[in-house]
């Protein structure tokens, strides 16, 4: 196993390039994000280990990251004083763009998948905003309305976008819709809404009580299921839904954390596996059986070494 330790900053983000399997870029932040710098690394995976490419120091925390789908060198970060970087691995200082539109934190960043030529920030001031790197200005704002901490775009389509909020809703937005009262906003469901045929456990764990709406923290679109999402919160459970069949409530709540989940990612290999990762310093693998709506929940535990310094080390 290979670790890179970070030292000073606490790391919010990785990815890995879509261009470069060896290369992978980290977000992180001082503090834990609470007060201090940013710092976004630029990793390399090499036979000796993580060899740091460079990194570029912020004013204030990074707490997302995602690669340009268009061109190899570009990514985009998320910061804490409400501003939307654009940094080029190929430049040695500062960024090559700059969008200071939003009013708070900005919670993520994400690169259309798609069409590779737009990207989005949401925020804690309730709006997300979408932005092309050759414009100076985003290009649309949509109001959410609430603490927006998660937002993507759909991998199956360039016009389709998703967020999950503090009111504990699943909103989805079709640009392709006509810009009305409604601002492209074409789907909201209830999170914590009651299932209407109740979504069977996984076997051996008792019943769920219901549970009052709480923030919703992460959520992501399978990869092979075009209408399947899933959404995790601070209430510790993690739920699927089919946005084809919204009134259905969820297909299935997975639990097993102890604390509040804070990022989820589907596997880009098996449409029935998802990865959590939580506050209670675990993180679990998860398969989805659609048959049954049931689920299969395998544990790993974090390593000793990362409780002590959380978040401080990478470990691919």
Excluded at 46 to 72: N, R, Y
Excluded at 80 to 102: I, M
Excluded at 150 to 171: I, K, M, N, Q, W
Excluded at 201 to 215: D, K, M, V, Y
Aim: glycine residues 6%.
């Amino acid at each position: 196993m290979l670790e890179y330790r970070t030292t000073g900053f606490n790391n919010c983000g990785v990815q890995y390039s879509p261009f470069i399997d060896s290369r992978i870029a980290v977000a992180s932040a001082a503090n834990f994000g609470l007060v201090g710098n940013g710092r976004l690394y630029i990793l390399n995976l090499t036979p000796e280990g993580i060899v740091p490419e460079k990194w570029f120091d912020t004013q204030d925390s990074l707490f997302s990251l995602s690669w340009s789908e268009a061109h190899s060198n570009q990514l985009v970060t998320a910061s804490g004083d409400g501003s939307v970087k654009l940094f080029d691995t190929g430049l040695d200082q500062f960024p090559v763009a700059n969008w200071h539109e939003h009013k708070r934190e900005v919670f993520c960043v994400h690169w259309n998948l798609v069409s590779k030529d737009t990207f989005l920030s949401s925020s804690w001031d309730g709006t997300i905003k979408i932005y092309n790197p050759e414009r100076a200005e985003s290009l649309l704002t949509l109001p959410t309305h609430s603490c927006t901490y998660s937002a993507l775009f759909s991998p199956h389509s360039p016009s389709l976008l998703s967020a999950v909020s503090s009111d504990s809703y699943l909103r989805v937005y079709d640009l392709r819709t006509p810009a009305s009262a409604s601002n492209h906003l074409t789907l909201t469901i209830p999170i914590h809404s009651p299932s209407l045929k109740p979504a069977p456990l996984q076997p051996g764990t008792p019943s769920i009580p219901t549970h009052a709406p709480s923030e919703a923290l992460t959520h992501d679109w399978n990869k092979y299921r075009s209408g399947i999402v899933a959404t995790a919160g601070v209430d510790r459970l993690i739920r699927t839904f089919d946005i084809r069949a919204p009134q259905q409530g969820p297909l299935a709540i997975l639990s097993g954390h102890e604390y509040a989940v804070r990022k989820l990612a589907w596997s880009p290999h098996l449409p029935d596996l998802l990865l959590s990762a939580s506050y209670d310093m675990t993180s679990k693998n998860k398969q989805h059986r659609r048959r049954s709506m049931g689920a299969l929940m395998l544990y790993k535990k974090v390593p000793e070494a990362a409780k002590q310094d959380a978040g401080s080390s990478i470990m691919p």
